[in-house]
């Protein structure tokens, strides 16, 4: 048995589909779907810091290390996956 993906509470196993269900419920689909345009949002700004970096573009303090970028953008890239899992069909 899984777990929801968005408020983790266990899912109850879906007989006949074979398909792994990753939301629990339709209201935790939409807020998902929420979160993928904030995580979407969040994405595209550290990839433009991260190009800053490539291009060798001064970079404000505040955005910390290149590799903490990289880091933050990778467990942003592992979350949206991870809601991403469960909107095809
Ligand atoms: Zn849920």
Redesign the pocket.
Known sequence: MGN?V????P?EESKGTGRKKV???V??RRAAELEIRRINERITGLERITESYRLKIPVLDLYGKEEDVLAELNRQEIRLKELLAGMDG
């Open positions: 929801c968005k408020c983790k509470q899912i939301y629990c419920s209201a935790c």
